[in-house]
């Protein structure tokens, strides 16, 4: 009882931190934590797949789908934020079952290899159809969020669009990790025979943890785009696509936190060198890291810490009685 | 089209089916072995590419010496790569898959800041053209077919002749059983690395003076083999040949005619079509 309100607390002052970042920072930070909250909600929606255990190394083109989707209907047909977002979001799922439904009911490897394929053809897609996406010369123009009405012509406001997106997102995985959902998820990652011998329909729930995560990289991808406003199809390649897994290792699979850790800290540790070969480098070494010497991830590092330390105070010489 | 372009697509069909096939063939064996998939396997044609570049052209080595330096360098990389990264996991397929990742990924990257920005060339090695069927194809292209038909033959005879060919067959069939018989399984799936490896760089080093070089010039090919080795069945060593020369075939003629990005979605398409009817490929086995 006590722990779960220590938890609620340092979530409480997370929280109020995050609302005061516009008033106690200038727009660099609105700007950086902004695409911090996209990258917690890319992270965290890739859970649910992982959890399965599957490996999905393009959730970066369903961020892509939402984003050009949701774009496209607020720039050409003047729909609003809540609406454009929902249809970014709908088409990414629908576009996830097509290639979902003949991929998870083979072996993860299979999965993971459509993914990869499947970012490079909707990056060539994004690339080609220039008459819709505006192809290499990127997508520019894109409306401001206008949501219940409203323009959000700040920055500071679409921030707080971002923020309460990423909390509500958060809330809806974090609930449906607890629930039976989640542990059924759980049990087919850990042994899928065995779940399936109790009665588990793997495939299908593989593909629902799948498409959850593409509905919320297609939420991700429209807050990203009407914050942006400029999209540009190499953007979501399979660079991104990895660093979303990075984020999810980096930070810990064990828990659902891990995503959030990894997102957060790997953005803001990588913020410096944003756009250069060396932010990849960054990424790539603190993957191969973690996997080899941390595989549980940034979450259990103060366990390991405390484990060292009783390692440390046991190995001390100790008199021996002979003497 | 003209019967004399399809007869030059055709052979051009065929020597980008042979690099494809030689891609396809280490990643599958490593798949039948080890369970994993290599996504360091673009990353690794791309450094075969770079020896060729670095060796033969700037260094003035003859270009068979460049090839062989490249194969063996990469291939000793691919054991190293085995030691320090398969091993350590040890069997844990998920964790291996993305580490495998986050080595491609770094090797790319990597890849700006040592060989520079800008694209390079290698100059070819075989000039010319040569006339078949009333059609000019250059000798370039051409010679990629016998030398990667010879290492895929090579390939053959060493599982199917040899010992240690023997040993990896029988841990493609079970780990454990081929322990028990004294089969050093550490050692084995450290030389299918290596082999693995070695045929990469192979394909990189055979593409050098036809494509630019650059870190991502690895990227095409790899999904190439993806789509070649769910095409043939996972596992399955005639399934990539055959896969890698249809692929090989599709993309050289829809190419020819519609593009190549075009040719490339159509196959995607087709691979998604194939596992919805015929998940395990059209040779693979069940799993």
Redo the contacts between chains.
Sequence with gaps: MRRRAGVLGVLAILVVLALLVPQLGGDYYVHIFALVFTNVILAASLRPSLTC?Q?N?GHSAFMSIGAYTSALLAKNLAVPFELSLLGGAVLATLVGV??G???L??????F???T???V??IR??A??WVSLTRGMSGLSGIPKPNLLGMTLTTKASQYYLGLALMLIVLLILWKLEKSRLGLIWKSIGMADNLAQSLGVDIARHKLLAFMLGCFFAGVAGAFYAHFIRFLFPPEFG??MA?NI??YN?VGGRGHFVGAIVGAIFLSLLSEPFRGS?????F???A??LT??FL?GGLITLPEKLAGLRRWRAAAAPTPSPAA | MTLALLVQSAIIGMSLGSIYILMALGLTLMFGMMHIINFAHGAVYMLGAFVIYYVFFQGGAPYFAAFVVAMIVLGIFGYLVERSIYRPIRGGIEPTLVALLALTTFLQAAGYPVFGQLDKHVPPVFPGTRTILGVGISIERLMIIPIAGALVVGLYLFINRTRLGAAMRAIEQDKEAAALQGVNVNVVNGLAFAIGFALAAASGALMAPIFKLDPMMGEQPLLKAFIIIILGGLGSIPGAILGGLMLGLIDSIVATALGAEPAFLLSFVFIILLLLFRPTGLFGYAP
Excluded at chain 1, 277 to 281: A, G, N, V
């Design positions: 255990g490996l190394i097509v290639i439904y003949p991929s009911r083979l072996r993860g490897v299979y993971a290899m459509v990869v394929a499947f490079e053809v060539l897609i690339q080609l399979f660079l990895t897994l990075v290792y070969p060396y932010e990849t480098i990424f790539s070494i993957m191969l996997i080899l595989p």
